[in-house]
């Protein structure tokens, strides 16, 4: 059985709806921003700020205060209103040192915009940077099967920690290659 504690839920003055609970001893944050109005993204996080999975959804007639009910509603969390405050990764940023960083997708305006991968900009000095949890790579390796061949999936099956290891080394170089720091 899954333990869900008691949240706390917030607006911010741009409409964005951050949920905080407890779920399995372990603090879990989920923010709906709207991109647009057509889009909302909804983005979970850990207890540090890190990202651990990201959806962009068409709204179509939904608002996000609805999608953030119907999340509360089926997972069975009881809540109580906040004071929003926006959700920061607890990290320095890896070009000037400043804990200055900001998710990317804090500023877009546009649903094509959304990175699929967590990148960051500092506040301080304009560097990009990036940060990748375990979980958003598990998560993205899982719901994303259609990017990669089938010899790669057929390595999935047989070792997935393996093949995650392998695909996180890939992005490293990636990002790398375009001069875009990683967060430690």
Known sequence: MVFVSAGIISV???????????????????????IKETHALQ???????????????KLEQHTIRELADDFIGRNGIDVREGVFEEVKLDKRCPHCGKHAIKRYSQDISEPSAVPVMPVYICMECKGQSYFLTD???????KKHKDMFEPGELEELSKNEQTFIKEVKEY???VFAAKKILNIK
């Open 135 to 141: 979980e958003y790579l598990d998560t993205l390796i």
């Open 12 to 34: 911010s003055p741009k409409r964005a709806i951050k949920l905080q609970y407890g779920l399995e001893n372990k603090e879990e944050t989920v923010l709906w921003e709207y």
């Open 171 to 173: 992005i490293i170089r």
């Open 43 to 57: 983005t979970s996080f850990n207890a540090e700020g890190g990202i651990t999975d990201q959806k962009l959804l």
